[in-house]
């Protein structure tokens, strides 16, 4: 028999800063007050970590040990030939009840020097939901320098810090890529489901407020020295600012991608309007967010499914369809596009 969808169980976790309860109500989970993150689809640990992080199936196998049994069921060849039994994606609920400090994330080539991993981890947001005049940190505002940065973070300056930045404005439906190298932050109430490159990799600078010790654990375990050297420290201008945000929204219409082009080598999301379409065959992490309905697949019938409702879809059930509810749909890059992402 082919391989089915398979509806997840929640796969919330403590973290360093305070959240969670939209996630709770969402997916039925566990909710606050410091499970800010459920890892969906996960085969990527928390850093450091051995298991944390990783989803089970409902059987309570991890899905990291289903998908490296049969790869080619789950992945299908093309994807397995490019990328072995990596998934190649990440995908995260976030949901802060207080603003997510100031940091970055290593890009592949500073991951492959310093950390022997094969990812680094451009990410993006799909914004959810967000409080009026919500904003988002987004690139240096004008050219900075590794000396001034790392004398903010030894002075623990969170202003001047967050001042830095650009400040984007942010509504649901709007989807933002932050590229590897860029420093960033979320304000308080924003409620993301974020697709990432598959590495639990953040370089933190501050932590003031935080249930952390960024002294300790906030860079990657290299020294603030090294790890600063993956800051992009470049100004990040309107016009290219323009190349990462894309406005959307989540429900009706047709089946539309959420990022801009820029995202296409490292992940992809779709909106999935429930209209009955026939949607390719493909590894895939679907996210109900309204209705209730029915996902059919080519090949191994169908399953009812409903509002909160997260599924991992294998590449072997083939075609699919979804009607009556609707969500988004993240996919991992195609091969030829991945290899030209730096």
């Known amino acids: 028999m082919s391989l089915t969808p398979v509806i997840l169980p929640s796969n919330q976790f403590d973290h360093f800063y305070r959240g969670g309860d939209r996630i709770g109500v969402l997916r039925n989970g566990p909710g606050g007050p410091m499970r800010p993150e459920e890892w969906i689809g996960a085969t990527t640990t928390r850093f450091g970590e051995r298991e944390m992080g990783l989803s089970l199936l409902p059987d309570g196998e991890y899905l990291r040990e289903a998908v490296a049994r049969e790869p080619e069921r789950w992945l299908g060849k093309a994807h397995v030939d490019a990328f072995g039994t990596s998934t190649e994606i990440l995908v995260k609920l976030l949901d802060p009840d207080q603003r997510l400090p100031v940091h970055f994330h290593p890009n592949k080539a500073f991951a492959k020097k310093h950390l022997a991993l094969d990812h680094g981890k451009t990410e993006a947001w799909i ?5 009026e005049n919500a904003k988002v940190g987004l690139g240096f505002a004008k050219q900075m320098k590794k000396d001034a940065i790392f004398s903010m973070v030894q002075a623990k300056d969170s202003a001047a810090l967050l001042a830095s930045l650009n400040m984007v404005s942010v509504k649901p439906g709007d989807a933002i890529l932050v590229p590897a190298g860029t ?13 990432q490159e598959p590495t639990d990799l953040s370089a933190l600078l501050e ?5 952390v010790d960024g002294l300790k654990d906030g860079h990657l375990g290299l020294g603030f020295d090294v790890v600063l050297d993956s800051l992009n420290y470049d100004q990040l201008s ?3 600012i323009s190349t990462l945000v894309k406005c959307s929204h989540f429900t009706g219409g047709e089946i539309r991608s959420l990022f801009t082009s820029k995202a296409d080598g490292y992940f992809r999301a779709e909106v999935i309007p429930g209209d009955g379409a026939s949607i390719d065959a493909g590894f895939g992490i679907l996210l109900l967010l309204e209705g209730d309905g029915v996902l059919t697949t080519e090949k191994s019938g169908a399953i009812a499914v409903g509002h909160g409702d997260a599924l991992v879809i294998p590449y072997d059930a083939g075609q699919w369809s ?10 991992p890059p195609l091969p030829a596009l991945a290899a030209l992402a730096p």
């Open 127 to 131: 914004i959810l939901d967000a409080p």
């Open 183 to 195: 420093a960033h932050a979320i304000d308080a109430g924003i409620f993301v489901l974020e697709l």
């Open 207 to 211: 932590w003031e407020g935080f249930a």
């Open 238 to 240: 309107s016009d290219e």
């Open 322 to 331: 979804l009607k009556g509810a609707s969500g988004i749909l993240s996919r």
